[in-house]
């Protein structure tokens, strides 16, 4: 079965621009987050759904992030417009979860977009 | 709210020598507990996970971790290092939502 699937790898863009990454889950998968990985701050979690509904959007920075699950194996998430400070390694991960809200396996990572805003 | 702590940013170790990464959680409930490794320009992978059943757990590439309620700790060991384990460690703690540690970078000196 495939992983993960992460698009794209690597995206260049400018300050002020809309950029897009897309997550395809694992087949079978209910549960779907995205994490923020950066030298100073870490791997953050910046939200995460259940069986394609939002549970957790607290980490999402602010307004210009926004994400969704237009059906149960697919996921983006758009940051309009982008800024500098929003370069980072952005990570999509799927697992099957049992109850609603509340993460107990194991958690399966895509390799990761790297966005640089210029 | 539940958190990890990882302490060391850098643990360095010859191959062959023993292998200790430390992990403190907070958590107000009996938390599950997780340690991932990320080799250089990949997502995380699971090595092992605690959800109570036993207080050590043995995961994959020969490392376990010991969970110790009374310290509040969840250290990774393995018993002599190998070059292919040179890459960064996260521990990571779920009650609701999964929140990972700042991550430990082990370097294997040959």
């Known amino acids: 079965d495939a992983g993960v699937i992460q698009s794209p790898r690597h995206e260049v863009t400018e300050m002020g621009q809309e950029v897009t990454l897309r997550c395809k889950l694992i087949?079978?998968?209910?549960?779907l987050f995205w994490y923020r990985q950066t030298m100073m701050r870490g791997l953050e979690l910046l939200i995460y759904?259940?069986?394609?509904?939002?549970?957790?959007d607290s980490g999402m920075p602010e307004d210009r992030f926004s994400a969704k699950m237009p059906n149960a194996s697919f996921s983006t998430l758009k940051i309009q417009p982008s800024e500098p400070r929003d370069s980072a390694v952005y990570f999509c991960?799927?697992?099957?979860?049992?109850?609603?809200?509340?993460?107990?396996?194991?958690?399966?990572f895509g390799e990761g977009s790297r966005l640089t805003v210029l | 709210a539940q958190s990890v702590t990882q302490l060391g940013s850098h643990v360095s170790v010859s191959e062959g020598a023993l292998v200790l990464l430390r992990c403190n959680y907070s958590?107000?409930?009996?938390?599950?507990l997780f340690w991932y490794v990320q080799y250089p320009n990949q997502g995380l992978q699971l090595l092992l996970k605690?959800?109570?059943?036993?207080?050590l757990v043995k995961g994959i590439n020969g490392f376990e971790a010991e969970f110790k309620k009374s310290e509040t700790s969840f250290h990774l060991t393995k018993p002599s290092a190998h070059m292919s384990d040179a890459a960064e460690y996260f521990c990571?703690?779920?009650?609701?939502?999964?929140?990972f540690g700042a991550g430990t970078r082990l370097t294997v000196k040959p």
């Open positions: 990571a703690v779920s009650v609701g939502d999964m929140r």
């Open positions: 759904f259940n069986n394609n509904v939002p549970i957790d």
């Open positions: 958590s107000s409930v009996p938390p599950y």
């Open positions: 991960a799927s697992s099957l979860e049992q109850g609603l809200g509340e993460i107990t396996g194991e958690l399966f």
């Open positions: 605690y959800t109570s059943a036993a207080t």
């Open positions: 087949s079978g998968h209910n549960s």
